[in-house]
T-cell receptor
C-alpha cells in the first residue's frame, strides 16, 4: 500500500558523470511529476507525465536533463554530464488523475550531490 | 510571471496560534494548496482551497484567501511542537491548463515549548 517511492535516497557523483533517478508512483496513478528542491531556487517544477507522454517539459533546466516513463508507471530522470549546480533534492509526485483538485502525493526525494 | 512569496521564518510558543502568509501573482490560479515538509520527509498536503472560496476550515487549520490582494494565509490553532516544519503554499497556475504546482519559498515554523 506504499506511497510514492524514489531511489536512490542519496546519490553522490563526480562532475561530468551521468546519473539516473527512479520514481515508483502510487499504483494506478496516471499523472507523474518531477520537481527539484534546492537552496537557491526553492521548489521548481521540472516535468509532468500523463501516462507515458510528457505534455509539459517546460521546467527542465537544460538539454542535459531528460525523463521517461514506461508502462504508465515507473519514471526515470536522467541528468547527463552533471554539474555542481545540479546538486539538489529531486522530488517525484503522482496523482490519480491530472487536473481538478487531484492531490499530488510526494515521494521522499533523492538527494543528489555533485562534487 | 509566476511568483509565490512567503516569509522565511516564524517562531511561536506552544499553544499559541500561528499564521503563515503567502502572496501569489497569477490571478487565474484555480486551486491553492498548503504543504508541510518535516525534516528528511517528503511534502505532505495539509489542505487546499478553490479560488472561488474565501475561507476553509479543517480542524486546527484555517485557510483564508483574498483574491483581490492575491493573498493566502494558513492559521494553525493551538500550535504544537509537532507542527514544527517548513510550510509551502502552492498554486495551480494558468487557470488549471497546466497541472504543475508553483511553490512558494517555504516558511520555517519553529514551535517553542
Amino acid at each position: 500500500g506504499a506511497g510514492v517511492s524514489q531511489s536512490p535516497s542519496n546519490k553522490v557523483t563526480e562532475k561530468g558523470k551521468d546519473v539516473e533517478l527512479r520514481c515508483d508512483p502510487i499504483s494506478g496513478h496516471t499523472a507523474l511529476y518531477w520537481y527539484r528542491q534546492s537552496l537557491g531556487q526553492g521548489l521548481e517544477f521540472l516535468i509532468y507525465f500523463q501516462g507515458n507522454s510528457a505534455p509539459d517539459k517546460s521546467g527542465l533546466p537544460s538539454d542535459r536533463f531528460s525523463a521517461e516513463r514506461t508502462g504508465g508507471s515507473v519514471s526515470t530522470l536522467t541528468i547527463q554530464r552533471t554539474q555542481q549546480e545540479d546538486s539538489a533534492v529531486y522530488l517525484c509526485a503522482s496523482s490519480l488523475v491530472a487536473g481538478g483538485r487531484s492531490e499530488q502525493f510526494f515521494g521522499p526525494g533523492t538527494r543528489l550531490t555533485v562534487l | 510571471g509566476e511568483d509565490v512569496e512567503q516569509s522565511l521564518f516564524l517562531s511561536v510558543r506552544e499553544g499559541d496560534s500561528s499564521v503563515i502568509n503567502c502572496t501569489y501573482t497569477d490571478s487565474s490560479s484555480t486551486y491553492l494548496y498548503w504543504y508541510k515538509q518535516e525534516p528528511g520527509a517528503g511534502l505532505q498536503l495539509l489542505t487546499y482551497i478553490f479560488s472561488n472560496m474565501d475561507m476553509k476550515q479543517d480542524q486546527r487549520l484555517t485557510v483564508l484567501l483574498n483574491k483581490k490582494d492575491k493573498h493566502l494565509s494558513l492559521r494553525i490553532a493551538d500550535t504544537q511542537t509537532g507542527d514544527s516544519a517548513i510550510y509551502f503554499c502552492a498554486e495551480r497556475a494558468d487557470g488549471g491548463a497546466t497541472n504543475k504546482l508553483i511553490f512558494g519559498t517555504g516558511t520555517l515554523l519553529a514551535v517553542q515549548p
